[in-house]
C-alpha cells in the first residue's frame, strides 16, 4: 500500500492492483490493433471500387442535369442552346447560340470518359460534338454514351439518350443491356 501526500489534504490511500481486476493487457491490446489493420486491408479496396462508381453516377448525373438546364434556358430564353462536349480533354460546356455568351467549361471526373455521340446518322468518337436545344423544347437529339476509362470489355457504360421532340434526357447504365434504366 502506497500514502500519498497532496498540499491541503490530509493522507490518502491508494489500491495496489489486485489478482483478478479488470482492465487490458498489452498482449489484447496488440491483438486488436493487428485484427483492425487486417479489416481495413480488406474492406478499403471495395470501398474504393464503390466511391469509385458514386463518382461516375455523379458525373452522369451532372451531365444530364447540364442538358436539363440546357432545355430550359432554350425555352425560357427563347434563344437556341448548345450542349458541347470534347472528347479529348473530357469536358463540356454550354453555348447560348444567339450571343455566343458560353458557361463555365466543366471537366468530368477521372472515373468517366465521354466515349461516343450518336446522332442517329453518325457516331463521333473523337473531336467535338454538339446538341441543340430549341426554343420550342425540341432539340437536334442524340444519344452520348460514356464509360470508365479502362480498355477492357468490363467497364461500367452509361448512355444518356436525348429526344429530338421533348428535349428530354433519358439516362441508361449499360446501354447494351437495356434492363439496366437509371432515371
Known amino acids: 500500500m502506497t500514502r500519498i501526500s497532496c498540499p491541503g489534504k ?9 489478482r483478478g481486476q479488470k482492465g487490458f493487457t498489452l498482449l489484447e491490446l496488440i491483438v486488436v490493433v493487428v485484427l483492425m489493420g487486417a479489416l481495413a486491408g480488406l474492406v478499403l479496396p471495395a ?11 455523379s458525373s452522369v448525373r451532372e451531365i444530364t442535369s447540364a442538358m436539363r438546364y440546357a432545355r ?15 472528347f479529348a480533354k473530357n469536358r463540356y460546356w ?19 470518359v465521354f466515349r461516343e455521340y450518336d446522332n442517329g446518322e453518325d457516331t463521333v468518337t473523337d473531336g467535338t ?13 442524340g444519344a452520348v454514351r460514356l464509360s470508365a476509362p479502362r480498355e477492357n470489355d468490363e467497364r461500367e457504360w452509361f448512355e444518356i439518350a436525348v ?21
Open 129 to 141: 460534338f454538339t446538341i441543340i436545344y430549341y426554343p420550342r423544347g425540341n432539340t437536334s437529339g
Open 72 to 86: 430550359s434556358k432554350a425555352v425560357t430564353a427563347k434563344v437556341p442552346v448548345a450542349f458541347q462536349a470534347e
Open 163 to 183: 429526344d429530338p421532340v421533348t428535349g428530354k434526357s433519358k439516362v441508361t447504365r449499360d446501354p447494351f443491356n437495356p434492363e439496366k434504366e437509371e432515371s
Open 47 to 57: 470501398a474504393s471500387g464503390v466511391l469509385s462508381r458514386v463518382n461516375q453516377q
Open 94 to 112: 454550354l453555348e447560348d447560340l444567339q450571343s455566343g455568351k458560353m458557361s463555365k467549361v466543366r471537366e468530368l471526373q477521372p472515373e468517366i
Open 10 to 18: 490530509g493522507w490518502t490511500k491508494t489500491k495496489t492492483p489486485e
